[in-house]
């Protein structure tokens, strides 16, 4: 997902669970926020380097391509932006390496999800804010896997992309570093395709371009690693439930119900919306920032900022090494390491050792 989702839809869903203004900014910030968290962003305020969420394409270009890079790859996109759908899939007639790959596939409603919001509960918002950031990808994410791999990530001719009135359109890809998406004749950006099985363009969604990111697209391909079954994905159907789950979990966290429940989305909090929701979901463009921000801002009344990575910079730079913890920038920082640190543990506990060690946390 992108901005569009992340903060702006996300401030919508914070609103619609009943924090107030306030608080929606502090959650949307910090789920946008997952998307900026480099080594590069943590260097750049002394913060943890551990803490890490997300990689910049220059990080990612400079990285080690051993099992000790592999590792280090997977444990920040796994627990931030491909949460494994089910650590003990069964993968029959496969070997060990293959089967590894295969139990970090993305997917919604997997026990991870439920560590995922019960980590945030009782904490700040910051927490609530990368918990909504990691569910929402889940939705958007399916079928792709945030390891390096050729034989999970990767696609072939056989990508169509199904348009309103129910016909087939071959998707066409190309490759060009910083190049815009043209929704109207259907051409896509994806990364480039690398026979090694390791290499970063195997990453995550890479060879689907941003297709994933797009709410409105409808679209079927051939995984290598689904037996060469087409898969379908609804775009519009899995974002409109990616907004009902973030409210239900949102209002579990704010104490509202006792229990976040998969596979339960909140749409009556939204109904007397629904229509609006669904007509922004589904129009095709490249970014859906400005609908959500109108509609975010009636719902609040109050005018949602650009957003702004170095906002809270200032005040964790400037506040004393033993005192940062406190700052706002502080606390994200503790639940991101929480964050990795627990999903990378289950994904060790599980006998994968595709994420590496547990993160140990000072």
């Given at each position: 997902m992108q901005i569009d989702f992340h903060y702006y839809a996300t401030y919508c869903a914070a609103c619609f669970a009943g924090y107030t203004p306030s608080e929606c900014l502090d959650i949307a910030y910090s789920a946008q926020l997952v998307d900026i968290t480099t080594r590069t962003f943590l260097s750049k305020i002394n913060a943890p380097l551990e803490a890490v969420t997300?990689?910049?394409?220059?990080?990612?270009?400079?990285?080690?391509?051993?099992?000790?890079?592999?590792?280090?790859?997977?444990?920040?996109?796994?627990?931030?932006?491909?949460?494994?759908?089910?650590?003990?899939?069964?993968?029959?007639?496969?070997?060990?390496?293959?089967?590894?790959?295969?139990?970090?596939?993305?997917?919604?409603?997997?026990?991870?999800?439920?560590?995922?919001?019960?980590?945030?509960?009782?904490?700040?918002?910051?927490?609530?804010?990368?918990?909504m950031h990691v569910l929402a990808d889940t939705w958007a994410h399916t079928y792709f896997a945030g390891t390096p791999s050729l034989v999970i990530n990767n696609t072939d001719n056989h990508f169509f992309e199904e348009m309103p009135d129910g016909s087939l359109r071959k998707v066409v890809f190309r490759h060009a570093l910083g190049g815009i998406d043209d929704l109207e004749a259907g051409i896509y950006v994806n990364s480039p395709r690398q026979n090694n099985e390791h290499s970063i363009m195997n990453l995550g969604h890479g060879r689907a371009g941003h297709l994933p990111d797009y709410s409105f697209i409808r679209y079927r391909y051939l995984p290598a690693w689904g037996g060469y079954r087409e898969i379908r994905k609804d775009n519009p159907s899995d974002y409109y439930n990616a907004f009902g789950q973030m409210i239900h979990a949102l209002r579990f966290l704010r104490g509202d119900c006792d229990e976040f429940k998969r596979y339960y989305y909140d749409t009556e909090s939204f109904s007397a919306y629904d229509d609006e929701v669904r007509e922004i979901i589904c129009r095709p463009q490249l970014l859906a920032s400005s609908d959500w921000q109108k509609l975010g801002e009636r719902l609040s009344g109050e005018a949602i900022p650009v957003f702004d990575p170095a906002k809270y910079q200032k005040e964790y730079t400037e506040t004393s090494a033993g005192d940062r913890w406190n700052t706002w920038l502080g606390k994200y920082v503790q639940a991101a390491l929480s964050q990795k640190k627990m999903v990378t543990e289950k994904i060790i506990a599980s006998g994968n050792p595709l994420a590496g060690k547990p993160l140990v946390l000072k």
């Open positions: 997300t990689q910049s394409q220059l990080e990612l270009a400079d990285a080690r391509y051993d099992v000790i890079g592999r590792r280090d790859i997977t444990s920040i996109w796994a627990s931030f932006h491909f949460l494994p759908g089910d650590l003990y899939a069964p993968a029959p007639k496969s070997f060990r390496m293959y089967r590894n790959k295969f139990r970090l596939i993305c997917n919604t409603n997997g026990e991870l999800l439920t560590d995922t919001v019960n980590l945030a509960k009782d904490a700040p918002l910051q927490a609530a804010g990368i918990a």
